[in-house]
């Protein structure tokens, strides 16, 4: 999950005007990412795209709140995260991220980088898992 967040200008400006400007950054920075993903989130989207896995509809880099997550499906209320490197050190601040997604009612699965170069068929076995475990629409 990438921190697109703002640190507010030494200009006052309204609630308002400020929200609909991070959320221009947001939108902007997460078109941003969808054309320059990772290899590793390469890997994850081939097989997640287009309904091809268990036939669920997953979306890139979706904005929630001022954080980018890397992948969601909506129906299932799901939020996929790939840790990078730097995660390891991270970790506070991932936990953070990860409780603010969960205030709008996603539920937050994260894998590593090695994960999915290592192991895509057990990272795609642990998502239908989660998945199978959502409670219906």
């Not at 990412?33 to 880099?61: D, H, M, N, Y």
Request: proline content about 4%; aromatic content about 8%; glycine content about 8%.
């Amino acid at each position: 999950m990438r921190d697109c967040s703002l640190s507010p200008s030494g200009e006052r400006a309204g609630e308002r005007g400020l929200s609909d400007m991070r959320n221009q950054i947001s939108l902007s920075y997460a078109k941003r990412l969808r054309s320059e993903q990772t290899p590793v989130e390469a890997k994850l989207w081939s097989a997640l795209r287009g309904k091809r896995f268990i036939g669920l509809k997953f979306r890139r880099q979706t904005v929630v709140g001022p954080y980018v997550v890397d992948f969601t499906c909506r129906a299932a209320m799901l939020a996929i995260e790939i840790d990078g490197d730097s995660h390891g050190v991270a970790v506070e601040a991932d936990a953070q991220r990860t409780a603010f997604v969960k205030t709008f009612g996603w539920r937050v699965i994260r894998f590593t980088n090695a994960d999915v170069i290592g192991n895509l068929e057990g990272v795609l076995e642990r998502i239908a898992a989660f998945v199978s475990d959502s409670p219906s629409p």
